[in-house]
């Protein structure tokens, strides 16, 4: 399964961009690249995948590096509603998904 | 449309017992997940379903174990309770057979206490 290192904690001001790296240098050549985010008491949420190219959707854009071994959420404008911890996971067999310990991301009013 | 749905949200079991939580996954998806949340371990993949069949297991003792039914709502059974056992269970439901590009919905969890 791949491996990933995302940093522990991050801030950011409301209304400012926030980009969140995920290394995955193991990453199998068909895996996905899933980002997922939880809420304080909550279960986890989508927020976006890809495969190789950049991807956007409504919540943010992802951005993923050539040799795909790390990728970069964008989130445009934070919100305090965005505070939450973000897993980067790379898809594996199944639906499995392996998360990591993520990373907790502070919005500053 | 309905999101995943599971039950009980909260219980409460002592040592030795052993405890079934339910999860109805959103209508059409045929395949289920299973994660335990422990502020030690994190999110960690206890098993997945899909029509019926276990396609995935996670590295948990044979004390865990689920099944699905024809409809697509799974569960899964703790026997033997222990201590370490009290977690968040959260269950997932996805449309596809296969991962990669499946999108996962999580339902709210059950929060177990072991007492």
């Known amino acids: 399964d791949a491996k990933t290192t995302q940093p522990n904690s ?25 980002w997922y985010r939880q809420l304080p008491s909550q279960g986890p949420e989508y ?11 409504r919540m943010a854009s992802l951005a993923i590096a050539e040799d795909r071994k790390s990728s970069t959420l964008i989130l ?11 897993y980067c996971i790379p898809g594996g067999t199944g639906n499995q998904f392996y998360f990591g310990t993520g990373t907790s991301l502070t919005v500053i009013p | ?27 059409g998806h045929r395949s289920v997940s299973w994660y335990q949340q422990t502020p030690g371990q994190g999110l ?6 899909f029509s019926e069949t276990q396609r995935n297991k996670g590295n948990f003792p044979g004390r865990f174990s689920g099944r699905q039914f024809s ?15 009290s977690a968040l269970y959260l269950c997932a439901s996805s449309r596809g057979e296969t991962s990669g590009g499946n999108e996962q919905f999580f339902g709210p969890g059950t929060r177990l206490t072991v007492l």
């Open chain 1, 10 to 34: 991050m801030e950011s001001n409301e209304e400012e961009p926030v980009h969140l790296p995920c290394n995955h240098s193991t990453i199998s050549g068909t895996d996905y690249i899933h």
């Open chain 1, 47 to 57: 927020v976006i995948h890809g495969l190789t190219s950049n991807v956007n959707n």
């Open chain 1, 76 to 86: 445009h404008r934070a919100t305090l509603r965005d505070a939450a911890v973000y």
């Open chain 2, 1 to 27: 449309k309905a999101g995943v749905t599971q039950t009980p949200r909260y219980l409460i079991k002592t040592r030795g017992q052993q405890v079934t939580l339910s999860c109805s996954p959103i209508s």
């Open chain 2, 44 to 49: 960690q993949f206890l098993f997945e379903y």
């Open chain 2, 71 to 85: 409809n697509s709502r799974s569960e899964m059974n703790v026997s033997t309770l222990e201590l370490g056992d």
